[in-house]
């Protein structure tokens, strides 16, 4: 995974908590990178998830609500690093959720050859948009978390629902996203 999550994790963790907590999630979760990661490296994935399961036992937050809220931030994050991804998204959240895959993603992977990014199928009826979540990581709660910034990045009234999905090999979860009025 690449490092920048984790160093916008690690700078979440600070601000939300506090450098000793940084240094307790670290010590805690053993991670054999000794938690010195830089933006442009590349570490394990299980490593993001050993953090995050330490900070839970240190906060009493449970997992699933620390990945959303870190998927809020990384969002908000994105969005202030890479403002050209948002020329032009004046159909607000869907348009931009309607191109992840084709244009987002591509763009990523032109940035980060060796980046393993998840993969999405999206459809938009009315208005609900409908987007499946394919990943042999599970990380469907911190694509929750990425989804809802991106909501309240474009201010928008929209309700996210999601459910597992079994049976569909690699498809992990389906996001329901609801205009609200
Ligand atoms: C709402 C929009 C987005 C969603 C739902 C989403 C979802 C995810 C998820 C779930 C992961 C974890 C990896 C996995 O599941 O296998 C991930 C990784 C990543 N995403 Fe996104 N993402 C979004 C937008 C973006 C944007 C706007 C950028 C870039 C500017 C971006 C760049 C990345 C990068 C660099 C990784 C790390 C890949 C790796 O570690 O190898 N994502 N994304």
């Known amino acids: 995974m690449k490092g920048m999550i984790f160093t916008e994790f690690m700078e979440m963790v600070e601000a939300s908590w506090s450098m000793d907590m940084v240094d307790r999630i670290i010590a805690d979760s053993k991670v054999a990178s000794g938690g010195s990661y830089t933006s442009v490296g590349t570490y394990p994935h299980e490593e993001i998830i050993a953090l995050i399961l330490a900070l839970s036992q240190a906060t009493g937050i449970a997992p699933p609500e620390l990945a959303r809220t870190f998927g809020k931030h990384l969002f908000g994050r994105f969005a202030l690093a890479y403002p050209r991804f948002f020329h032009g998204m004046d159909g607000g959240c869907f348009q931009f959720l309607y191109g992840i895959e084709h ?5 990523v992977s032109k940035l980060y050859p060796d980046a ?3 993969t999405f199928e999206v459809k938009i009826e009315k208005s609900c948009l409908n987007l499946t979540y394919y990943s042999p990581h599970p990380f469907a709660d ?3 978390g990425l989804i809802e910034g991106c909501v309240a990045h474009f201010a928008e009234d929209i309700e996210v629902g999601s459910e597992a999905i079994r049976g569909q090999p690699g498809a992990r979860t389906r996001f ?3 205009r609200r009025g």
């Open 103 to 107: 244009v987002i993603l591509a763009e």
């Open 116 to 118: 393993e990014l998840p």
């Open 142 to 144: 911190l694509a929750q």
């Open 176 to 178: 329901i996203l609801t």
